[in-house]
Structure formats: C-alpha cells, structure tokens
C-alpha cells in the first residue's frame, strides 16, 4: 500500500446524479492532486492542491468539482457527467521533491 | 511542445528474457525523469528517479538510463517475472512544482 486511499473503486452513475469520490493519505504531504486516466492516453492533471488550497486548474469542466477541507482528504464532486467522464480517477500526495503517491484509483462508468 | 513519447506501445516477451522500453522527450526546462509501474485498475508506483546528473538507477532488477543530451531514457528489465506485467510509465518533470509530463506508457506482458 502507498498511504493513499481512495472510495469507492467503482462506481458507475447515470448522468443526471450527483456523486463524490473520496481520498485520504496517511504520508504527512502537504499536496494533493486529482488526475484522470482514459484508456491508452497519458494521465491527465485535473487539480492540484497545496496546503488545502488550489494551486492548479487544468481547464476542467464545471461538472467536476474537487474540495480539500484539510491536507489529508480530498474529494472530487461530480455532477452531471458525460458518458466521455467514464475513466480510472486518481488521486495522489507529494511532500518534497513533488514524488508522487498514487491511491488504486476510482473506475467510473457514467452510462 | 512539452511532449513525452514512450516505445513500442506494447510488449510480449517470455519469463526470464529481458527486454528495454524507451522514451524520448522534448520538455524544457528539464527537472528529473521518472519511471512508474502500474498494474492493470491500480494506481502507479514509482520505479526510480534521476536528476540531470544521474545517467543510470537501478531498482532490484529494474535499471534505468539517461541520456540528458540526446534527451533519452531506457528502462531495462532483467530475467522478467510474470509479476512484471503491466504498464510502464516515463515521467518527466519541468522545472516546477506541479506539473508532470506523463507518457502514454508501455504495456508489457510476460508469458510463462
């Protein structure tokens, strides 16, 4: 294990629902980043967090909607999806030296 | 463009053969360069690291190489385990605090 824990690992939502993803570390980092992974494309940076407050915003859509409330958690709200948001999230820490600790991932189905 | 290209896409070789994966990037500036390995539905896990001045690391039977010039990098597997199926990721950071060049990756099966 990383240290870094993600729920629910599945989850598969219609598009008119409202759902949230959840992340914990237990490694004493200070950030906290949201990436989203599609099927044979690079991982993308979605939002990044340094001590609890938002450093980075890669052009994401309104209908994702990420809320640090301490170093520890991070969530990812999400709200009227597209089928196109169907992909493994995940969230990672960094302390020094930005190395990266990546959780096992959300898989999402948005049908 | 800051782009990271990892070779070839995917990979099947037979338990313990070696093999070496590639990656060429144009990014500048030019911070360090990562290898991480992940398995199918998991998160990545980090391999090594290596700055500017490091050409070559090794992990247990994972070694990787830099070529800061020609702006190359190599990971190579030695006698592959069926444990070593999975996708391998080259990273490369620019000099910033953030932000992370990530390559499509490799996707590498073992056969028994």
């Known amino acids: 294990e990383t240290g870094v824990t993600q729920t629910p690992r599945h989850l598969v939502m219609g598009m008119t629902n409202k759902k949230s993803l959840k992340c914990e570390q237990h490694l004493g980092h200070n950030a906290m980043y949201w990436y989203k992974q599609s099927a044979k494309k690079p991982l993308e940076l979605m939002f990044v967090?340094?001590?609890?407050?938002?450093?980075e915003n890669n052009s994401v859509p309104s209908r994702f909607s990420p809320e640090c409330p301490n170093s520890s958690h991070l969530f990812l709200h999400l709200h009227t999806l597209q089928p196109e948001d169907s992909a493994l999230y995940l969230c990672?820490?960094?302390?020094?030296?930005?190395?990266?600790?990546f959780g096992p991932g959300t898989r999402l189905t948005v049908l | 463009k800051n782009q990271v290209e990892q070779s070839p896409q995917s990979l099947i070789i037979l338990e313990g053969k070696n093999c070496t994966l590639q990656?060429?990037?144009?990014?500048?500036?030019?911070?360090?360069l990562r290898w991480y390995k992940q398995d199918t539905g998991r998160g990545p896990v980090s391999l090594t690291i290596?700055?500017?001045s490091e050409n070559t690391k090794s992990n247990g039977r994972y070694t990787a190489t830099l070529d800061a010039d020609t702006k190359q990098s190599s990971l190579h597997i030695t006698a592959s385990q069926l444990s070593d199926s999975a996708s391998y990721i080259c990273?490369?950071?620019?000099?910033?605090?953030?932000?992370?060049?990530w390559g499509a990756g490799t996707k590498l099966i073992i056969k028994p």
């Open positions: 967090y340094s001590l609890e407050e938002r450093v």
């Open positions: 990672a820490s960094s302390g020094p030296y930005n190395e990266q600790f």
């Open positions: 990273v490369v950071s620019p000099d910033s605090n953030y932000q992370l060049i």
């Open positions: 990656c060429n990037y144009t990014v500048s500036p030019f911070s360090n």
């Open positions: 290596m700055t500017f």
